[in-house]
């Protein structure tokens, strides 16, 4: 225990402070009799809140790591944990499971049967589920001298399209697929493909689909490119009349921008002869690079060994509270009618949870980045609920620093939870789904405005309808 509570205090050469301190003990009749004394040498008793501000008065910094004799979890040490997020107990007891956010341990516990039912409405076993497609019957196009270049932008959520649309009109054309580079939303913010995406596996995946070129010749890399946006799922009848014609008259090189509109939503395309090819690109191309996948299985191991009492599952909730502030959600919360659409902060997460049957030691991870005081209504009533800051090793913290790099940490932890719930309508929450589809995960609910409790009725309309363009691409 002392060996852990060293390794997690990087930022203090492996120091910690001890604190001793027992809740139970703020409550015997010594402490009340203290706090009622009065005189210059009256004794102390101090509860979380005020030890919290006395280490900070004496210079401690937030990333101190702070051990407490506390056995178990209380929900009054939270004041505590606020200004020092990296503070842990003892191991609870066998009969409780609310985990304090320092005390993590990376493992990957098997998965069982649950012995008990009143623990939530989990699933006992994920779908069995394999690609519709078979690879081998793929023929390839004619090829030509020629390039198409494009590039990953606007986050996870949004690569997997890129990367279809690009296989479609690199085969299409019978031109080579250079591999593509990662935008930030930044200026500037530029990074190659393989700082984020695993590059052997997208270049075998898409053999004999397309040609794929890791290092295009350097004279056409640097040319200036024409530039042509295309739709989301782009079709072949469009490929033939909007770009083929400017592919051959300019030197057989593009450069190519997929765009969405408010209406490019997977739900609503239909399977066709080349949809295979954009399954395949899609949903089994993209796979994080080693480094940062080893991280996300690390960060699953440590919420499934957090989560005892329900055989390692955990819930995965995309909510950012910026998100809640944006014109679209500010708008729905202020719209009525029955089939308005939905946003909901943390206390209304919390609040649907446990509606739908979700218990206290329910393991809760939330997309947030950093920890912000509105959602601590949703951790005042699943007290083991975390943000990836929480339960990301410091080391890996100073690697996957940029935006791009966490939100593909979100994408994929959310894709691997046993439970899927979006705070709010969005692309993200589109693309994990389509994401879990593939994987048999098929437990996504749904907040909405119902009386009933049953979670049966809040499951996603695109897994309940069958809507989501996934379930073409698996069977």
């Not at 599952?313 to 919360?333: A, H, I, Y």
Request: with cysteine.
């Amino acid at each position: 225990m002392v060996g852990t509570s060293r390794s997690m205090s990087k930022k203090t050469n492996g120091r910690f402070v001890y604190v001793d301190l027992h809740v139970e003990m703020l409550t015997e009749t010594s402490c009340k009799l203290l706090e009622s004394s009065g005189g210059h040498n009256k004794r102390w008793c101090y509860n979380g809140e005020k030890i919290g501000e006395f280490l900070k008065k004496i210079g401690f910094h937030e990333d101190t790591t702070v051990y407490l004799t506390q056995t178990g979890w209380d929900t009054s040490l939270n004041a505590l944990w606020n200004v020092f997020p990296n503070t842990f107990t003892k191991e609870p007891e066998q009969e409780t499971t609310i985990v304090q956010y320092g005390m993590l341990k990376n493992s990957k516990p098997g998965m069982h049967k649950l012995s008990e039912a009143n623990y939530g409405p989990w699933k006992e076993h994920d779908e069995i589920v394999k690609p519709c497609s078979k690879k081998t019957l793929f023929k390839g196009k004619e090829q030509v001298n020629g390039y198409i270049f494009f590039s990953l932008t606007h986050g996870p959520e949004y690569h997997a399209s890129q990367v279809a649309n690009a296989v479609a009109v690199a085969r299409y054309l019978g031109a080579t697929l250079a591999i593509p580079d990662v935008r930030g939303t930044e200026l500037g913010d530029k990074r190659n493909f393989e700082e984020l995406y695993d590059v052997e596996k997208f270049t075998k995946t898409l053999t004999g689909v397309v040609r794929v070129e890791k290092t295009p010749p350097q004279e056409i890399s640097k040319e200036r490119l024409p530039i042509i946006k295309v739709p989301y799922m782009v079709s072949e009848e469009y490929i033939s009349s909007n770009i083929k014609p400017i592919f051959k008259n300019k030197r057989r090189n593009l450069k190519i921008v997929t765009y969405f509109d408010n209406n490019s939503s997977p739900h609503d395309k239909i399977i066709n002869r080349e949809s295979d090819y954009q399954c395949l690109a899609m949903y089994e191309s993209l796979k994080p690079q080693k480094e940062l996948q080893e991280l996300i299985d690390s960060m699953v191991g440590t919420l499934r060994s957090m989560s005892k009492k329900t055989n390692g599952r955990f819930v995965s909730v995309d909510l950012r509270v910026e998100m809640l502030t944006e014109t679209s959600c500010s708008k729905l919360l202020e719209s009525g009618g029955s089939n308005k659409r939905w946003c909901y902060n943390g206390e209304k997460i919390g609040e649907f949870l446990k509606k739908i049957g979700f218990q206290e030691d329910t393991t809760v991870y939330l997309t947030q980045t950093g920890w912000d005081t509105s959602l601590n209504a949703l951790r005042n009533v699943f007290p083991n609920t975390f943000t990836k800051d929480a339960i990301m090793p410091a080391d890996e913290k100073a690697k996957f620093t940029d935006a791009e790099s966490r939100k593909t940490i979100d994408f994929y932890v959310c894709a691997q939870g046993d439970v899927f719930v979006p705070a709010y309508p969005s692309r993200f929450y589109e693309a994990v789904v389509g994401e879990r589809i593939g994987l048999g995960k098929t437990q996504i609910f749904v907040p909405a405005e119902k009386d009933s409790d049953s979670a049966t009725d809040y499951v996603s309309p695109y897994v309940a309808n069958r809507s989501h363009f996934a379930h073409s691409c698996f069977c």
